[in-house]
């Protein structure tokens, strides 16, 4: 066992790095078995985009070190000759390419919250500029009622001034 911190962290990091590396290699390894009971299956069309599918996973796990790039090409090559005994250009046009994956947001907490915040103000001033309307139409409707208030307060003085008058 390491006596030395960094050494302990090193051991923790190799450990995980092993179980990612160990978990991709399986994964290689179903796809290409994918492959072959395709064609044991006889079918064309799946052994096709199963062969894509490995050569896919094969060239990610090479770009990442996973496996070296010449024997990630050397099993591409190996699993396209396999596909191609029994895949027809049929096959091939009949392809479909995958819809690709929608990346979910990760790990930025900051721009998160900014977001979040910004949506939160965005929404706030909205309310606040539907209650300042609201409260200038109440505003100008009292203005209204006293002015017609004070209309008539003034055509009653002038029936009692009239009245008076006589």
Do not use: F, W
């Amino acid at each position: 066992m390491a006596n030395i911190k960094s050494q302990k962290k090193r051991n923790i990091t190799n450990e995980k790095a092993h179980q990612r590396n160990k978990a991709c290699k399986s994964e290689l390894k179903t796809a290409v078995r994918r492959v072959r009971e395709a064609v044991a299956a006889g079918n064309g069309a799946e052994a096709y985009a199963a062969a894509l599918a490995a050569s896919r996973l094969l060239d990610k796990a090479a770009s990442k070190g996973i496996i070296h790039k010449n024997q990630a090409a050397n099993r591409k090559s190996g699993v396209m000759q396999l596909a191609n005994t029994i895949v027809t250009d049929a096959d091939r046009a009949a392809y479909v390419k995958p819809e690709p994956k929608k990346q979910e947001t990760t790990g930025n907490k900051k721009a998160a919250k900014k977001a979040e915040r910004k949506a939160a103000l965005a929404a706030a001033s909205a309310e606040k500029a539907k209650r300042r309307e609201k409260q200038l139409k109440e505003e100008a409707a009292a203005k209204a009622r006293k002015a017609k208030e004070a209309e008539e307060a003034a055509k009653a003085e002038a029936a009692e001034a009239e009245e008076a008058a006589e």
